[in-house]
């Protein structure tokens, strides 16, 4: 099937080419105007409806009209002297305010796109007086805005609103402050803009650098990124028709994340293929470049297939995951993941069989051997001195691993910048008012009977939870139209945010609303502080569940590609370090040096799937390597030695570029962690595990790595497996 792929591909070339350049520029044009339908707003919709917030947030939509698409902005309105609102201030607010809430606000237009691509956000929003504060030195509006605030164009609408009222109430001689999550989201993209845009000019021009570097080549340095966005716009394609078509929704960072896998294995790939494309015409200068093509493209795709189908296999698993965020983003990189693998055995065949030679200009190394460099030396320090290199390596990552010692979860939400104005919004609202005012903790009460709610029956209820310490405020009840349901708003003195008010939703909250609630009535407690509880309590199940299936799963393609017990033993301990190594680094930083409340709960399992997956693409290659050159006549270790000196460079530059897509998530705000985490995890992944590590193993075991079925060293080269040997003696187990 590989080569029946990479055959067809490099026999008819252009038409491969043209198939993906059609599909490419089709889906790039039509994804952004359909992913908005594919994304979920709410965080809390990713949790079952058997968690106690989600059964809240499913009242919240279904008895009292919230919107899950909604997202709500709190303006705060003050005099320009710094006096307090008097009752004639308050009546020209809320005159200003229903001014604003009839006018349409238009979404703006950017000149970079076809128009009719994009989807118009243009709405009125929803404004209603919120709270005055006690000293009547402001007062609150509530804006509900329709949208994910990741969109662009909600974004657009945002800052559009924002501008308005800022002129408007400026003109009546009020300031304005504007805070919430879309708010924090603008200011924060909007701080980051010009850092996010050199950032990205900077690692792109980094990754054509690094090609030019290895294949001194203009084509080989710009056609790995075209090649690559073109299968990435397929890819994301891909995975917003399947979202279509099963009805899932997916988290609005998904596309991110998947641009940036995919930039990063998509030119690996294709770096392992012209890495041995460029080795082969130089071996046999006298075959036809699309020979070389088909040749090369059907060997190495057997490992990119195996190495692409390790990380299907690992997010894969997400799909028994209990948190719709892991479920939905498991087989999203799935999917794309296996278009990668679809391009990568079509597309970039396809473009080595058209370029042919040409692919290396204007570089003129192509005739001759190049002379026995760093790589060399490096693969002949590895096998001479082994042991030495095993111990540095296993110290260096055991050294990091150890910072895992008192890690914690952050269940905060990332993004927001302290400096920001909505930040600074939010604390001028705490100085006077509870810190959860503008983003309570509800408790919903619904009718079980046949009766109907009044507040007079919620009355004990309402008065115990203002019992409970870390409550500041409880608002008035609120019965929706048919009195069947009522929610008490409360305002707590923590920040929504943090791990303090986490603990006091799910636990005195809950248990407050346990014992006084009235019967023939079920209450559930909501909001950001309760839905983040219940994500930690999910997480946690889903952690005990998805490492041993991943794990196992790898474990069983690697035995299946290797053929071997003990290979796939080597390769699971080595990855598995490095994971606990990145892990743990990133905790001694972010934690212990910089005193975060912790990692952020995403980490650990996307760091486990991402380093685990990747970094065994990169063992897979040396292994596979390693096995091919032990088929030859000679001891073992001069045959590591040789896979090393061969693969070093494709490795290293592969390590480097996925590494620097990855450090490329550090502008995106909120993603420092994951950013510092994947970078360098890969780093660690490819320089230190794959070719240090694993040569160093195999150096040691010799042919035994590969028991029961060593390869036999033959005259010709050619494979010749055998199932049962007489075991080595010990000296020459070491010694070859």
Not at 548 to 565: C, K, T, Y
Request: positive net charge; contains cysteine.
């Amino acid at each position: 099937m590989i080569r029946a792929l990479t055959g067809y591909s490099t026999r008819h070339p252009w038409r491969v080419i043209a198939l993906w350049a059609v599909l490419g520029v089709v889906l790039s044009a039509l994804t952004p105007t359909l992913i908005a339908g594919v994304t979920q707003n709410q965080t809390g919709d990713f949790l079952p409806r058997s968690y106690d917030s989600a059964a809240a947030l499913h009242i919240a939509q279904e008895r009292f009209g919230v919107n899950p698409d909604a997202t709500t902005v709190t303006v705060l309105v003050a005099r320009s002297d710094g006096k307090a609102l008097s009752a004639a201030d308050q009546k020209r607010v809320e005159a200003e305010a229903a001014k604003l809430g009839k006018r349409r606000v238009i979404m703006p237009r950017e000149d970079d796109g076809p128009q009719f691509l994009v989807p118009d956000r243009s709405q009125t929003p929803r404004i209603a007086p919120a709270m005055m504060a006690p000293d009547r030195s402001f007062e609150l509006l509530s804006v509900e805005l329709i949208g994910n605030r990741t969109d662009r164009g909600v974004q657009g609408v945002y800052r559009t609103f924002r501008d308005a009222a800022r002129t408007q109430f400026s003109e009546a001689g009020m300031r304005t402050g504007f805070t919430g999550a879309l708010a924090d989201t603008v200011d924060t993209t909007d701080s980051h803009k010009t850092a996010a845009t050199v950032g990205g000019a900077l690692i792109m021009g980094l990754i054509i650098l690094l090609n030019v570097l290895a294949f001194r080549s203009a084509l080989a340095a710009l056609l790995p990124l075209l090649a690559v966005a073109m299968i990435g716009f397929v890819a994301t394609g891909a995975v917003v028709g399947g979202a279509m078509l099963t009805g899932r929704k997916l988290d609005p960072g998904i596309t991110g994340m998947i641009n940036v896998v995919l930039l990063g294995i998509g030119i690996d790939y294709l770096l392992f293929l012209l890495f041995r494309f460029r080795e082969q015409l130089r071996a046999r200068p006298e075959q036809s470049a699309r020979e070389a093509a088909a040749q090369v493209s059907g060997r190495v795709g057997t490992a990119i297939t195996s190495a692409a189908l390790t990380i299907v296999a690992a997010f894969a698993t997400l799909g028994v995951a209990t948190f719709g965020q892991f479920r939905s983003m498991g087989p999203a990189i799935a999917i794309a993941v296996l278009v990668t693998l679809l391009g990568s055995l079509t597309l970039l065949p396809a473009l080595l069989a058209a370029a042919g030679r040409k692919m290396f200009w204007p570089s003129r190394t192509l005739g001759h051997e190049p002379r026995e460099g760093r790589a060399a030396r490096f693969g002949a320090l590895v096998t001479r001195r082994p042991l030495t290199m095993l111990t540095g390596s296993v110290a260096l990552l055991a050294a990091l691993a150890a910072g895992l010692v008192g890690i914690h979860m952050d269940y905060g939400r990332g993004g927001s910048d302290a400096r920001t104005p909505a930040a600074a919004t939010a604390a001028e609202i705490s100085r006077t008012l509870p810190t959860g005012v503008s983003d309570p903790t509800s408790v919903f009460v619904t009718a079980t009977g046949d009766g109907v709610l009044t507040t007079g029956r919620l009355e004990g209820l309402s008065r115990a939870l203002t019992q409970v310490k870390g409550v500041g405020q409880v608002a008035r009840t609120v019965l929706n139209k048919d009195h069947r349901a009522a929610r008490i708003d409360l305002y707590t003195t923590a920040d929504p945010q943090s791990q303090q008010a986490r603990d006091l939703a799910s636990g005195p909250i809950r248990a407050a609303v346990a014992q006084h609630t009235p019967a023939g009535t079920t209450a559930h407690v909501g909001g950001t502080a309760a839905i983040f509880a219940d994500i930690s309590t999910a997480v946690d199940h889903d952690l005990k569940i998805v490492f041993p299936v991943a794990a196992g799963l790898i474990a069983l393609i690697l035995l299946l590609l290797l053929r071997s017990l003990l290979a796939p033993v080597v390769l699971m301990f080595s990855v598995g370090l490095g994971f606990a190594a990145t892990l743990g680094a990133a905790t001694l930083l972010f934690q212990h040096a910089l005193g975060t409340p912790g990692v952020s709960y995403t980490l650990p399992l996307v760091l486990f799937l991402f380093v685990v997956a990747l970094g065994t693409d990169y063992n897979i290659l040396i292994a596979d390597r390693i096995r091919e050159e032990m088929r030859r006549p000679g001891p073992a270790r001069a045959a590591v030695a040789r896979a090393v000196r061969h693969t070093t460079p494709a490795i290293a530059m592969a390590g480097l570029v996925l590494a620097a897509s990855f450090a490329s998530l550090i502008t995106s705000p909120g993603n420092e962690q994951t950013a510092f985490a994947m970078t360098l995890g890969i780093m660690l992944s490819a320089l230190v595990v794959s070719l240090v590590l694993v040569p160093a193993l195999a150096a040691l075991l010799g042919r035994a790595m590969w028991w029961p079925l060593r390869p036999r060293p033959t005259e010709d080269g050619h494979r010749q497996d055998r199932a049962t040997e007489p075991a080595p003696e010990p000296d020459r187990v070491t010694a070859c």
